[in-house]
């Protein structure tokens, strides 16, 4: 498994060298001028989960799964691989960003409100939503499946501001649901058993979305 990890970095080395330094200098100026620490987190996350969908759907642009699969790799290893793989880039580029954020000066995020557990829980908590919900829709179409989401996503928030101010206030509650969570979490089993009890949710979020994307990618023909 840690084989085709690090053949993975060395492969998208170019692409991830580019990208791994461009992002966390560029969130981490951006979002120290944010006066929202959850607006700054939603944008993080969803910009970090980007990197490692982009590179499975480059793959499959370039038609290099079916060529990985001939090789004695299993399609779970596969597929486990870039799960494994996505986690590890997203962890560290997060943690680079924060640091960024917190060391330019005239930045309005501080410390207390960026390096406290239910801070780093929303971020965890919003890339498994993001980078989980997506994985079974790249695996299944590829590039088509990315570019489809980008351009829905674009799409529906247009028509939800067009349509009423309730519609916004829906999405707002929506998004907000993830911090209300963690929060009744804590109020329910403290500090300390929030963390455990989170942690659990989202690794069965993962799980649940490895077993979708293996299912999906054990129908795919090549």
Do not use: C
Request: proline share 3%; net charge positive; aromatic share 12%.
């Amino acid at each position: 498994m840690l084989k085709l990890i690090l053949h993975d970095f060395r492969m998208h080395r170019g692409f991830l060298t580019i990208f791994g330094l461009a992002y966390p200098a560029y969130l981490g100026y951006f979002g120290s001028r944010m006066n929202s620490h959850r607006l700054f987190i939603i944008l993080a996350a969803f910009m970090f989960t980007l990197l490692p969908l982009s590179v499975v759907s480059r793959e499959d642009k370039f038609k290099a799964a079916g060529f990985r699969i001939s090789l004695p790799v299993t399609r779970r290893d596969h597929v486990l691989s870039r799960y494994l793989f996505g986690w590890a880039i997203m962890i560290p580029l997060f943690a680079a960003m924060i640091a960024v954020a917190l060391v330019l000066p005239g930045g309005k995020l501080t410390a207390s409100s960026l390096l406290t557990t239910r801070f780093l829980l929303q971020a965890l908590a919003y890339m498994t939503l993001i980078f989980g919900g997506l994985m079974p829709l790249i695996f299944r179409f590829g590039m088509t499946g990315l570019l489809a989401f980008l351009v829905g996503l674009q799409l529906l928030g247009v028509v939800a501001m067009l349509i009423s101010h309730d519609s916004v206030r829906l999405i707002k509650a929506a998004i907000g649901a993830v911090g209300n969570s963690i929060a009744a979490a804590e109020s329910v089993f403290g500090p300390a058993g929030s963390v455990l009890a989170v942690t659990a949710v989202l690794l069965a979020l993962n799980a649940l979305s490895f077993a979708v994307s293996l299912a999906l990618f054990k129908k795919k023909e090549f």
